[in-house]
């Protein structure tokens, strides 16, 4: 929630996960994701400028600018006018420049039957922006179906939250230890696509298919899909060699059902998924295995509030909060860079998305994309909606051999796919 300053200028901290994100962001660099949502009509840019317009207000996560203070980076209340709301024109995720969106920072833009919200991850993770892209969706559909929704009420589905507590703060416990441990990884190298060029190629199946491979092999969804990922690597990169670095997958969890929260700013932690190819030759079974103990091990209560409760508590630390941000902006950068080595990719699960019953007859599918990090040249993410779920491959380097090597893994386990891509492997 905003707060009140003497002086009527409203302000916000950032989470504790949001610090990391402005130190490091830059060009190619850009620490900005999307989510969307594919509907079964062409986009009215219009409408949906006029649906953005209406929905922000209520949003405080996403109706603010960043500001530089003495000892850390805060959100001030923004009164511009909202941003405009355009026609694709460039890749995603690129970087948001403040200064030329009226110092917002999310930008939405449409491509044909497609609703585009990129959101620099300081403001709020997937749950967040989702929850934030569903509204506008809903609004833009009243305005161009007024005859079939004029029963429907124009305001904030009772389910969405609106919710801007800190959940880091409310939850942690003092005290913690650092619980993991860092390695460096193997890393995904290959030529480089153009600055500011991303290819993305998007697989769409059933989450029933999906669900039935996964029982097969008696594991969750989300071990399943981040032991073929591993998998993938192993024989597409590495081709099936023994290595000294692990194949190391950050797997993304969200914090709220664990904590009963429902806020709209970031509430996740990573946990890292380890497969280290100690002999030549791994089978399929013997690598989701080895995954499946390493996630099994780590996504607990107990461990994940192990997780961000050290974080939390070095933030808390009073002579840490004296610090001046410029000397905490260089430490936090050696951290950061020394972490991303230990790095080799991200899977993140955003699981099953639902919609408001009146909508979803309009409503085809939701997707996510994720920009790149350091050492990381390629990231997957997992969106359902329905029965069908959504697999999308990010990558800045040409070579797509892991992306074909892990949709035939699928294919092998008896999963139909669509594949759709933005054509950039085409070029």
């Known amino acids: 929630m905003f707060k009140n300053r003497n002086y009527n200028l409203k302000w916000d901290k950032l989470d504790n996960t949001a610090q990391i994100f402005p130190v490091i962001a830059r060009e ?33 996560v996403f109706r603010c600018c960043m500001k530089i203070g003495l000892f850390w980076y805060y959100f001030e209340e923004n009164k511009r006018p909202v941003p405009q709301v355009k026609e694709e024109y460039t890749y995603p995720c690129m970087y948001i420049n403040p200064y030329s969106n009226n110092h917002y920072l999310f930008r939405l833009n449409y491509y044909k039957n497609r609703i585009n919200l990129e959101v620099f991850h300081a403001l709020t993770d997937g749950n967040g922006a989702f929850s934030f892209l569903k509204e506008i969706t809903y609004q833009y559909l009243r305005l161009k179906h007024p005859e079939e929704y004029k029963d429907v009420k124009d305001s904030l589905g009772a389910e969405t939250s609106l919710d801007t507590s800190d959940s880091y703060l409310s939850n942690y416990k003092k005290k913690q230890k650092k619980t993991y441990k860092t390695k460096r990884a193997v890393c995904i190298k290959g ?6 060029q991303f290819a993305i190629i998007h697989g769409m199946m059933s989450l029933q298919d999906i669900k039935k491979a996964a029982k097969s092999y008696d594991v969750t969804i989300n071990q399943y899909l981040v032991g073929v990922y591993t998998w993938a690597i192993y024989t597409a990169y590495l081709n099936k060699r023994q290595s000294e670095k692990p194949i190391t997958a950050c797997v993304p969890v969200n ?18 998924s380890v497969f280290e190819p100690e002999k030549e030759n791994y089978t399929f079974e013997e690598v989701l295995g080895i995954v499946k103990e390493s996630l099994s091990k780590q996504i607990t209560k107990e461990n994940l509030e192990k997780l961000f409760s050290y974080n939390v508590s070095n933030e808390m630390n009073v002579l840490l ?13 050696q951290v950061y860079n020394a972490s991303a080595k230990a790095n080799t990719t ?20 939701f997707e996510a994309v994720l920009s790149m990090s350091k050492g990381q040249n390629i990231k997957l993410t997992a969106v359902s909606f329905k029965d069908i779920i959504t697999l999308t491959f990010s990558a800045c380097i040409r070579d797509n051999n892991i992306q074909k090597a ?12 669509r594949i759709e891509t933005n054509g950039v492997y085409y070029d």
């Open 346 to 365: 991200t899977l993140t699960n955003l699981g099953i998305i639902g919609a408001s019953e009146p909508y979803t007859d309009h409503i085809d599918r």
């Open 321 to 333: 909060r004296a610090i001046p941000l410029f000397l905490k902006k260089i430490a936090m950068k």
């Open 28 to 60: 190619g660099m850009s620490n900005v994701y999307r989510v969307s949502v594919i509907l079964n009509e062409d986009i009215d840019g219009t409408a949906l400028q006029v649906a953005l317009e209406k929905v922000l207000p209520h949003f405080d």
């Open 191 to 196: 030529e480089k696509l153009p600055v500011n």
């Open 406 to 417: 892990f949709f035939r893994k699928l294919s092998e386990d008896g999963i139909d796919i």
């Open 255 to 272: 914090l709220r059902p664990y904590f009963g929260s429902d806020t709209n700013k970031n509430f996740f932690v990573v946990v890292t």
